[in-house]
Structure formats: structure tokens, C-alpha cells
């Protein structure tokens, strides 16, 4: 059986062809990442003409490249409702609805949440129910109890900024460009983790999260050392730029260090409170390679299992709504031609 998937929900415009819920056997992905670099973030409007733009090719490639399959084959069209930017939304949900009308196909929609907890479904070894899943993406950061497809409970969630959202804005702060997270992240494999204490937001008690603090607190400290070097070029008259690779490399591992420490103190202390022994990663920042190590090092001390998605399902992609699109057909969970997006969807 196969499943047309379809994302729109951020800045990538993206669909994909999956065979019986689980085979990939296309999963293209168009980045709009070079049309917002210049600001530093998203600019919703720029990304919903975008998707406008390429979601025909990117349909069509997606068709050809799962070995030339025509919309007769298709058995459903998954699409993501949201949550998400609205325009951005609009764009895959009427496109969606106009392949169904037109071809005559099943529509389903889809929770960009539930996709992603289903991209760790798609490839390698899968988790067992019941699992812990840690969503932490740019727009998300928070934990589930799963304990079968459609049964998701929340534990806890960021009361603030998302952490990718910190990676992206303390990667603004410092001039790095847009998205942040792959570049501290590479950045922070050359510095020192320990040169700058920044303070950890535990919120003990909960399964919440908060990360603007932290961000305030590397502007603090960039605004600070700023100052000394002002007060040294005053004294030396010479001219000085204070952001080095070196202490570039030393913010980075040191942001990357507070971000992490409390995504896996929390979440291994989640799974423990819950009685669960299997934990899912999902969402961009699950790409983040001190994450992914230090979470299983860490996880295997309690005896808990991490499962981690391959990199290219780690950040937004159409495979993950096929996949959670497979499951809401088998089971009669059709949409219809009334479907809107929702910006703002729990799940
Ligand atoms: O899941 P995703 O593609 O989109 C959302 O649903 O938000 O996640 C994008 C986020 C961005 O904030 C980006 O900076 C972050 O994931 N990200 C990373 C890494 N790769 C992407 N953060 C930390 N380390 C990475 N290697
Ligand atoms: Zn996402």
C-alpha cells in the first residue's frame, strides 16, 4: 500500500512516497533555508510563496523517484494539519485536498507531532510500546508517554522558547547565520563546554522546560565581553574584535552544554518517573550530535534504551506524515474537503 506524504508546515516544502508504513521509497525535501538566511529566522510570509512555488516539483519528484509511481498507485494523501505557520500550512492542506478531488484518492490528515514520533518508525530498529518520546525541534520541545499509535500523553513541554529556537536565535546573537542549530553544533565540537557557567532552567517537580533564560543569558555575556574590549581599546587604542573562532567555539559548547544537560537529565528522569525503559528522540535538535551521544551513554546507566532517527528524519520531511498517514487509514481516520490547517494543534 502506498501513501503520498506531504509537509508544509515550516520553512521546507516536502513529500514523500511510502510503501506499507514503514519503506521509503522517495523522501525529497526542499530547504528554503538560503531564502531566509538573511534575516536570521523565518519570514513566514516569503516561506508560504515559496512552498507555492515548489510543492508541484517537489510532488512530482517525489512520484518519479519512488520508481516512476503514477497517482493511480497511491492509496492515500497524508497531509500535515499543523501545528505550524498558517500560510505555510495552507499551502500543502489545499494542495492536498485538490490531488484527492482531482485523482479521486483518500485524504488523511495528520499531526506534524504524530509524524514526527512516527520517523522512528521508519528506518532501523524500532521502539517497543510503551516508549518516552522527546519531540525538540525548532517550534517544539516536549515529551510524551506513547503507549500505541494514537496514544499520546503529554508530560511536559517548553514554557517558552523551543530549543531549537535558542540554537537559532543565540546563532543570530552571534552573526552565524540561519539555522543555527548544525552550526553551534559544529562550532561547539572545538570549544571548551565548561568556559562559561550558563545557568539550567530544572523547573524541578515538572517535565517542563524553559530556554529563554538561557538565551538572555549568552546575550548578557556576548553585551559583557563587548564592554571589556571597549575599555581595552580605550587603554590601547588598538583595534580589537573580541568574537575569535576560539571564543566562538567556547559560547557554542557552552550554550550546547546548558541546552543539553537539562534535555536528558530531564527526559532520562521522565522515562524513569513513568516506568519506562525505551526512549524515542525526534525533531531537528535530535540531530545534534552531543545530544545523541550523551543521551545514550547516559540512558544506558539507568538501563533505558535510546532509539535516535537517521539524520534526514531527524528534521522535517514528508515520510514521517506518511508514515502516521498509513496508520490513520488503516484505521478509517479519513479527512475530508472541510479540512483547515491549525496553526496551533496539541496532540
Ligand atoms: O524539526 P525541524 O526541522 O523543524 C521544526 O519542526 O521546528 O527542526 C528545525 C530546528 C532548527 O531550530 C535547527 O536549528 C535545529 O532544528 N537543528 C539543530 C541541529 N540540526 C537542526 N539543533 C541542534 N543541533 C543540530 N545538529
Ligand atoms: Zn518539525
Known amino acids: 500500500m502506498l501513501i503520498l506524504g506531504i509537509d508544509t508546515s515550516c520553512d521546507?516544502?516536502?513529500?514523500?512516497?511510502?510503501e506499507d508504513g514503514v519503506n521509503i521509497l522517495s523522501n525529497i525535501v526542499s530547504s528554503q533555508d538560503e531564502v531566509h538566511k538573511k534575516y536570521g529566522g523565518i519570514v513566514p510570509e516569503l516561506a508560504s510563496r515559496r512552498h507555492i512555488e515548489m510543492i508541484l516539483p517537489?510532488?512530482?519528484?517525489?512520484?518519479?523517484?519512488?520508481?516512476?509511481?503514477?497517482?493511480?498507485?497511491?492509496?492515500?494523501?497524508?497531509?500535515?494539519?499543523?501545528?505550524?505557520?498558517?500560510?505555510?500550512?495552507?499551502?500543502?492542506?489545499?494542495?492536498?485536498?485538490?490531488?484527492?478531488?482531482?485523482?479521486?484518492?483518500?485524504?488523511?490528515?495528520?499531526?506534524?507531532?504524530?509524524?514526527?514520533?512516527?520517523?522512528?518508525f521508519l528506518d532501523?530498529?524500532?521502539?517497543?510500546?510503551?516508549?518516552?518520546?522527546?519531540?525538540?525541534?525548532?517550534?517544539?520541545?516536549?515529551?510524551?508517554?506513547?503507549?500505541?499509535?494514537?496514544?499520546?500523553?503529554?508530560?511536559?513541554?517548553?514554557?517558552?522558547?523551543?530549543?531549537?529556537?535558542?540554537?537559532?536565535?543565540?546563532?543570530?546573537l552571534l552573526g552565524l547565520g540561519y539555522p543555527g542549530g548544525p552550526i553551534i553544533d559544529m562550532l561547539a565540537q572545538d570549544g571548551n563546554p565548561e568556559a562559561i557557567g550558563f545557568p539550567r532552567a530544572y523547573l524541578p517537580g515538572t517535565s517542563d522546560f524553559s530556554f529563554s533564560g538561557l538565551k538572555t543569558a549568552v546575550k548578557i555575556e556576548i553585551e559583557k565581553m563587548g564592554r571589556l574590549e571597549d575599555e581595552k581599546r580605550l587603554l590601547t587604542s588598538q583595534p580589537l574584535n573580541f568574537l575569535t573562532s576560539a571564543v566562538l567555539n567556547d559560547i557554542a559548547a557552552s550554550f550546547q552544554s546548558a541546552v543539553i544537560e537539562v534535555l536528558i537529565e530531564k527526559t532520562v528522569a521522565s522515562a524513569k518517573e513513568q516506568g519506562l525503559n525505551n526512549i524515542a528522540l525526534s525533531g531537528g535538535v535530535s540531530a545534534n550530535k552531543s545530544l545523541r551521544e550523551k543521551i545514550t551513554e547516559h540512558a544506558q546507566k539507568e538501563g533505558i534504551k535510546v532509539f535516535l532517527p537517521p539524520l534526514n528524519l531527524c528534521t522535517d520531511n514528508a515520510a514521517m506524515i506518511a508514515a502516521a498517514g498509513y496508520y490513520h487509514f488503516k484505521t478509517g481516520q479519513l479527512a475530508d474537503f472541510m479540512l483547515n490547517p491549525e496553526a496551533y494543534l496539541h496532540l
Open 58 to 120: 517537489v510532488v512530482d519528484e517525489a512520484l518519479k523517484k519512488a520508481a516512476g509511481v503514477a497517482f493511480k498507485d497511491i492509496s492515500a494523501i497524508s497531509v500535515c494539519k499543523g501545528p505550524g505557520l498558517i500560510g505555510s500550512l495552507l499551502v500543502g492542506v489545499c494542495f492536498a485536498k485538490s490531488l484527492s478531488f482531482v485523482h479521486n484518492i483518500p485524504l488523511v490528515a495528520v499531526n506534524h507531532l504524530e509524524g514526527h514520533v512516527f520517523s522512528s
Open 124 to 172: 532501523g530498529v524500532k521502539p517497543e510500546f510503551p516508549f518516552l518520546a522527546l519531540i525538540v525541534s525548532g517550534g517544539h520541545t516536549s515529551i510524551y508517554r506513547v503507549d500505541g499509535f494514537g496514544l499520546y500523553k503529554e508530560l511536559g513541554r517548553t514554557r517558552d522558547d523551543a530549543a531549537g529556537e535558542a540554537y537559532d536565535k543565540v546563532a543570530k
Open 12 to 18: 521546507d516544502t516536502a513529500a514523500s512516497v511510502i
